[in-house]
């Protein structure tokens, strides 16, 4: 088990992913065997498409296994594999051909922002938020496994803040990084050792490119800049001053004598490394993420921060003018189309159902315990919604919700997870006096194909899973996550789907990092306690008296006040001459406000008490 904070993660989702929910952070060509277009994506996707398709572009494949952005991936066509990194701090090494992980390197601590890989040398280096920078061997890495992936790693430290892009030299003698130090360093990644600095720029610097010979280097900025220099003389010999905004990326032809930049406010220009000249390319829909040249069709595939990925075809001449208003390339030649991803979300008062809208406006109901997809609301005023929707009652909060991927992502708390304890009313028999825990069938229901060694498949145990089964089944494509940390908002540990958690070997790896309160739910059945309120109930008065230790009663935070209508009857009413009153002669009030049967003592003290001291009920007989 593990033994530091753990959280768990799951998202609701559709079996097949096709299209692109989240901006398009990186785009790779791959050369044969692979020999397509690979994309990744904001929804925490990978996919590989036939880009050189000239009707339809279609997918090839879809690659799963992280569980938050992918920043940066590349790919070596001497091994067939791909690597990626991501915000969920893992860079991962895939079998490009078939599309499952090989490996998982969870060394990083904070965000994967950049891979970067000398294909001479067969090494890559990886950086982020934690500042550091890992240097990787590929041949050591391509023979570990999910489960055997211990391995030694050499670590360029210095940085003071964060990491955005890094750049190496093709022969690996060279290793240059930026970030939000408004600098670049300069590292020998053969001993980690730093060998310069270049000092230039006024911001952050996001983007890098070495030459094939490591002599120059081109960086961009968040100040609008592009800066060529001399790695020899380690100082800058010119400077292109085309962007109002950040250059994010940049790509260079093979013959290094001419470069695309592209930024913050979509447009992309082209520029001449010979005679510095620059003239505006085309602009796109949304911020340029990645830029890649794709020299067989003369052409630029380009992801942004909107879901498709356009092609742009280049011109085999421009005008000798330099061109800064009108693009020379007025629309794309090709597309990927992308989908709408989840721009908001709201959960409903019944802590069962979340309304999320995309970014057209379009609503969708979602059902957490079930995790599906429920309704499709199309065109919705979110607030009208919302309200019409929600009830008077009160359940407390068990789960939180976001839509960073473009997709629902439920998140569950130690702190928090087992707190909503309900009566369930109408169709589901629980067997168990028609109480539930919704945090309870939720882990159950993720957990519930899998086999602890330490736990007893006997009679109970069968019952258990059957039951859970029945109350809250959740499609087997559902990805979980382990995360350390609260709220989905560390570094994942694991992450599996529900269908694949029978496997032997996932199931040994669950076992070292599931967390205790996971853990003893699951395995030692020790179901949460119930939330208890202190309440007083008396004989109803316009002006109450000050109320003393004596009669306070405790019951469960979800027991009906027709409950205590019952216990009225019976305990403080009880036998009497002449016709007993009836529940329906027996009203409740709090604060001088008459309560309906229905609700319950915790929702009568959050939204009608509104006091951290015990609650105060009143009762009368009409």
Not at 345 to 353: E, F, M, P, V
Request: with cysteine; hydrophobic share 35%; net charge neutral.
């Amino acid at each position: 088990m593990a033994k530091k904070r753990t959280s768990v993660s799951y998202v609701i989702r559709n079996d097949h992913e096709p299209l692109h929910k989240g901006g398009v952070n990186a785009l790779v060509i791959a050369e044969p065997p692979s020999d397509c277009l690979f994309t990744a994506c904001r929804d925490s996707l990978i996919r590989s498409w036939n880009y050189k398709s000239k009707t339809n572009i279609n997918l090839i494949d879809t690659y799963e296994h992280h569980n938050d952005w992918v920043n940066s991936i590349f790919y070596t066509a001497r091994h067939d594999l791909l690597f990626s990194g991501s915000s969920d701090t893992g860079v991962k090494i895939w079998d490009a051909s078939k599309g499952f992980v090989k490996s998982s390197l969870r060394t990083h601590r904070d965000y994967v922002k950049k891979l970067t890989y000398a294909q001479e040398k067969d090494i890559f280096a990886s950086g982020g938020l934690d500042r550091k920078i890992y240097v990787w061997d590929v041949c050591t890495l391509k023979c570990l496994t999910v489960t055997h992936n211990t391995v030694s790693t050499a670590i360029c430290e210095g940085h003071k803040d964060s990491i955005y892009s890094l750049a190496i030299s093709p022969m690996g003698t060279l290793l240059v990084s930026s970030g939000t130090e408004n600098f670049i360093r300069m590292w020998d990644p053969r001993s980690c050792t730093k060998i310069g600095k270049l000092k230039g720029h006024s911001e952050n610097v996001k983007a890098l490119v070495l030459s094939p010979d490591g002599t120059q280097l081109l960086s961009g900025s968040t100040d609008g800049s592009v800066k060529l220099w001399s790695i020899a003389q380690q100082r800058c010999i010119a400077t292109y001053r085309n962007h109002s905004q950040g250059v994010w990326s940049i790509a260079v032809n093979e013959a290094w004598n001419k470069f695309y930049s592209g930024g913050r406010e979509s447009t992309l220009f082209e520029s001449d490394l010979k005679i510095a000249e620059s003239s505006l390319l085309l602009k796109e829909t949304g911020s340029i993420l990645d830029i890649v040249i794709d020299n067989d069709s003369n052409a630029l595939w380009i992801g942004t921060t909107k879901t498709s990925v356009n092609k742009w075809q280049i011109p085999h001449s421009r005008s000798s003018h330099c061109m800064i208003d009108k693009p020379q390339v007025a629309a794309p030649s090709a597309t990927i189309k992308g989908g709408e991803g989840l721009k908001k979300a709201y959960i409903l008062s019944d802590k069962q159902h979340v309304i999320c809208t995309d970014s057209l406006g379009n609503g969708f109901l979602y059902d957490v315990l079930r995790a599906k997809l429920i309704e499709e609301l199309g065109k919705i005023d979110l607030k009208e919604e919302i309200e019409s929707r929600n009830r008077r009652e009160y359940i407390p909060n068990w789960f939180s919700a976001d839509v960073k991927t473009g997709m629902l992502t439920i998140h569950l708390d130690e702190g928090e997870c087992y707190a909503a304890w309900v009566c369930v009313k109408d169709d589901i028999d629980t067997n168990s006096d028609n109480k539930i825990n919704y945090g309870g069938l939720v882990i159950q229901a993720l957990l519930q194909n899998w086999v602890c060694s330490e736990t007893v498949n006997d009679e109970s145990e069968q019952e258990c899973r059957a039951l859970y089964s029945k109350q809250c089944a959740l499609p087997p494509h559902t990805p979980f996550a382990l995360v350390e940390g609260s709220d989905g908002c560390g570094r994942t540990l694991f992450r599996i789907k529900v269908d694949e958690t029978g496997n032997p070997c996932d199931g040994r790896i669950l076992e070292e990092l599931i967390p205790g309160w996971v853990y003893d739910l699951r395995v030692k059945h020790e179901m949460p306690k119930f939330t208890k309120i202190a309440f007083y109930i008396e004989p109803y008065a316009e002006d109450p008296p000050p109320k003393s230790r004596e009669g306070r009663l405790s019951a469960n935070d979800f027991l009906a006040i027709s409950k205590v209508i019952e216990y009225v009857g019976d305990k403080i009413l009880g036998p009497q001459e002449g016709p007993n009153p009836t529940p329906s002669d027996i009203v409740i009030f709090c604060n001088k406000q008459r309560l309906e049967p229905g609700m319950d003592l915790r929702t009568v003290k959050h939204a009608i008490w509104k006091s951290g001291s015990d609650l105060r009920l009143m009762y009368l007989v009409t």
